[in-house]
């Protein structure tokens, strides 16, 4: 043994250690010998038998246990290698089995030292943990590229079905308030890898996480209050986003813990575990080189509109028989991440022309179809900006200078990226789209008191809005004031139904489908789609539900025993139907190089099409008829 700890002494990274902290790692450490095919360790080991050990020669593999009962070997270690320090730093959330492939020494530390080590010297604790980062990312790398059955195929695109919600966990939480000592306390009694940071009430202020606490005793830094050590903003999700929100993060980071909100409040967390289930998804490659993009001419090949891998990607899903409006949700969250880096790119564009950061807070907000996260491949722009208040400033006019050219910037930009101009002007450059928080205020009072009809039509794409980028808070309070003014006005309620009733359903009483034309053309959106969203959102609005998405409204609708459960589920299916057919055609229209509508041609349907957009139109006829009632018995307009 005497002789291995002279060799150690010359091998990186213990060249970093000082004579004491060698020392210290490598009293009680013991040689161990594996024959091939024994097993290091096992998962289903307690963690606290679990040690850390540096591989010598042999080598040995990483093997995740699969809840289908299946292996999945995700990574090599070969001599040089630590094993074992992932599942230590984050006590046992991490858990799979290392086996020896053919014999195997290597060297058993007790971790308990080897922690206080890295405690005490940063510079091996920063190897350590940098090792651990790029681990995560090459387990991605190296699952990605391995071959799977059909089952685990299956089991992928089911997961793309499923919400944060299914897999969130209790969350382990901390007040800001609390001190490091309370923290490493209660990471030990729960046994996580990490801590979620919260006011009183119990909004996210950050995520500690054991990096955070090295940092701290790195530089012997003990006394202040946890909230000093999480500076950085945290990466949250919401309960209802889908479970590919958090994959695609924690594949390319190596945070702990994600938290899960429910209206900006914690309710729960992911772990990291979760991505460990995902496999060979090309969605998540696209995400990630989105948020990695530095010029519009890439981003503009990675847009919906332009990136053939997406579009196969949306295809394949389709024909798995994946509910359209998780689809159009998927495609409208994929678009998020392009206005997303559209911004960044904007706001990098006015610092190199001069123009300097931001100068006070903003919320930029999509509408329409994007805000209900209901798009399709054919779409134009609909947002805007909610600024901080800012008229009582001295230098309200630069303000108002710089928000005009970033806005511009923004929307010339989500141009080149295949989303064109609003036709109605319904966009963040036009002054009626970009008001400070308090100018927003007296707009929708002054909507309310005197809406007209061009203007109703300009207010229903606008009450989806939803926040995107920048302050939410100023959106999520909006949101609330317009909620709660919408629900007391009685002839705003009538103006919408008013509006949405100009547009027939184009089928007969005897269900023949009456489309324009020698082909019998149908516009899916304005004359099938709209009317069930629309009566949604009038209802919806009635009721005070501030849910945005459609299928979101009806369910809560069902909820407060508003919508009976047959009622809800037919507009459901209605709403997959005819979303289904609208993406296939931009798919269509998109592989034959011909403009993006959102029209089909009856005259070319199969006879079980034909049926399927008849059944569809049905329902979507028959909830206009019940608006339509309602419309005339309340007539105040």
């Known amino acids: 043994m005497q002789e291995y700890l002279e060799i150690f002494k010359q091998q990186y990274p213990f060249t970093l250690l000082n004579e004491e902290q060698y020392k210290k790692i490598f009293d009680g450490a013991s040689l161990s010998t594996f024959k091939k095919n ?57 858990k799979f089995s290392v086996q020896a492939i053919e014999e195997t020494k290597a060297l058993r530390f007790h971790k308990k030292h080897f922690l206080e080590v890295m405690a005490e010297n940063q510079a091996f604790s920063q190897i350590v943990i ?60 729960e046994q996580v890898g990490g801590l979620i940071v919260c006011d009183e009430e119990n909004y996210c202020k950050g995520v500690l996480n054991y990096q955070d606490i090295f940092k701290a005793y790195l530089n012997q830094d003990f006394s202040n209050p946890i909230k000093e050590y999480v500076k950085e903003e945290p990466y949250v999700v919401s ?62 090949n990675l847009a919906p509109r332009y990136n053939r891998e997406f579009q196969k990607f949306v295809e394949q899903l389709l024909e798995d028989q994946m509910l359209a409006y998780d689809v159009c949700e998927l495609i409208s969250s994929y678009n998020d991440e392009i206005h997303k880096q559209v911004i960044h790119i904007a706001e990098e564009a006015m610092i190199e022309e001069g123009y300097g950061t931001p100068p006070i807070n903003y919320c930029f907000i999509v509408m329409g179809s994007e805000g209900r996260k209901e798009q399709a ?50 966009m963040a450059k036009e002054p009626k789209w970009r008001h400070s928080f308090q100018s927003w205020r007296e707009t929708i009072q002054q909507w309310i008191q005197r809406m007209d009809a061009e203007e109703i039509r300009d207010f229903t794409i606008f009450v989806d809005f939803r926040p995107i980028v920048g302050d939410f808070t100023l959106a999520y309070e ?26 027939r359903v184009p089928v007969q009483p005897f269900g023949r489908i009456h489309g324009t034309g020698k082909t019998r053309v149908v516009n899916l959106k304005k004359s099938a789609i709209m009317q069930i969203v629309n009566a949604v959102r009038i209802y919806a609005i009635k009721y005070g539900i501030d849910d945005i998405n459609s299928i979101k409204r ?30 296939q055609q931009n798919l269509k229209q998109i592989q034959n190089e011909q403009p993006l509508s959102n029209e089909i041609s009856v005259t070319v349907l199969s006879k079980e099409d034909k049926k399927t957009l008849r059944d569809a139109l049905m329902i979507a006829k028959r909830l206009q008829q019940v608006l339509e009632l309602s419309y005339n018995r309340n007539r105040v307009v």
């Open 38 to 94: 024994q097993f290091i360790f096992h998962e289903d080991e307690s963690e606290d038998d679990i040690d850390i050990y540096f591989v010598m020669n042999g080598l040995a593999k990483n093997i995740m246990h699969r809840s289908n009962g299946k292996q999945l070997s995700v990574r090599y270690y070969y001599p040089g290698d630590l094993v074992g320090v992932m599942i230590t730093l984050t006590s046992g959330e991490m």
């Open 130 to 189: 940098e090792g651990i980062s790029n681990l995560m990312k090459s387990l991605y790398q190296e699952i990605k590229y391995k071959s799977s059955d059909q089952s685990e195929r299956d089991y992928e695109r089911d997961l793309f079905k499923q919400r944060i919600v299914t897999y969130s966990e209790s969350p382990s939480i901390i007040q800001e308030d609390a001190s490091l000592q309370d923290a490493v306390s209660q990471m030990q009694q």
């Open 239 to 300: 309960e209802q986003d889908f479970i590919y929100d958090a994959l695609s993060f924690l594949k390319h980071n190596h945070a702990a813990i994600i938290p899960v909100l429910h209206k900006q409040k914690v309710v729960g967390l992911i772990r990291q575990t979760s991505f460990l289930k995902m496999q060979n998804s090309v969605y998540f490659d696209l995400r990630y080189q989105i948020a990695k993009t530095s010029t519009l001419e890439q981003l503009k």
């Open 377 to 426: 491949f054919s779409t134009d722009q609909d947002n805007g900006l909610i600024l901080s208040d800012y008229e009582h400033l001295e230098n309200k006019d630069e303000i108002e200078k710089y928000f005009q050219i970033f806005s511009e910037k923004i929307n010339y930009m989500l141009e080149s990226c295949g989303f064109p101009l609003c036709t109605g002007g319904i």
């Open 478 to 503: 909006l949101r609330e004031f317009v909620t709660a003014k919408i629900k007391r006005s009685l002839n705003l309620q009538q103006l919408l139904m008013k509006d949405t009733l100009r547009f």
């Open 554 to 583: 009806l369910e809560t609708l069902e909820e407060h025993e508003r919508f009976h459960h047959r009622d809800v589920e037919n507009a459901k299916l209605a709403l997959h139907r005819l979303l289904k057919f609208r993406v």
